[in-house]
């Protein structure tokens, strides 16, 4: 199920939808690096692409780590990706306060951090906006429970809804993707998306630094597709050692493309059982 969102192109591909790009606005030509390679692969592959990136990094590990180069500075510049590209943008938001800001500099898709897929008021604040909603399943929540997200976005009256996996705790320091969740999260009627970086994150290092498993990123985007997912989310930069946020598990841009090329084929074996 690919959702109406607007100026989305390759609707018609019967392809997974994705949301890629970068963790967080680091600079207007970082951003635009990727969004123009992005935009060239997708094109080619017939993939319906929204541009992702954070305006800023609220939930971070430590004090001294980097939020941002400031809202409206880099709300701006995701403002100025849409302009000039077309294409449609998803950003995270921290507060209702976020929720209205995001939507004034025309966002496409409000993204609900995992950490915060309870806060009753964020959900309803999102909602409110009139905009797409994707809601990142808690790193704590069955895939069942996410059912009462999602109605808390509807009964502002918006059913403009997306629920995404990013992987469930697995003690202390790792997750794990239980990929029941995405058929599950499916009975809801909504469009599941299964984020194929942030759950091979390594969380509560003793540095204070999150870890991650990259060299695993093709086999979760794998199995996504092999079970149904209707999107796929990941994070890439051109040079993930120098990312400003969540380098660990990002993947490197230049794979991108052999990547994507590979799920779409998982994606037409699928489309034709």
Known sequence: MIPEIKNIKNKESNNFFLFAGPCVVESEKNVFEIAEKLLKITDKLKIPFVFKASFKKAN????????????EKALKILQKVKEISGLPI??????????????????????????????????????????FVNIKKGQFMSPEAMQFAAQKVEQTGNSNIMLTDRGTMFGYGDLIVDFRSVPIMQKTGFPVVVDI????????????????????????????????????????????????????????????????????????????F
């Open 90 to 131: 998803v950003t995270d938001i921290h507060s209702p306060e976020d929720a209205k800001k995001a939507a004034d500099f025309d966002i496409d898709i409000l993204q609900i951090p995992a950490f915060l897929s309870r806060q009753t008021d964020l959900l309803i604040a999102a909602g409110k906006t009139g905009k």
């Open 197 to 272: 970086t942030h759950s091979l994150q390594q969380p509560n290092q003793t540095s204070g630094i999150t870890g991650g498993q990259p060299e695993m990123i093709e086999t979760i985007g794998k199995a996504a597709i092999a079970t149904g997912a209707d999107g796929i989310f990941l994070e890439t930069h051109p040079n993930p050692a120098e990312a400003k946020s969540d380098g660990a598990n990002m993947l490197h841009l230049s794979l991108a493309e052999n990547l994507l090329s590979r799920l779409v084929i998982i994606r037409q074996a699928i489309n034709s």
């Open 60 to 71: 971070r590990s430590r004090i001294d780590s980097f939020t941002g180069i400031g809202d």
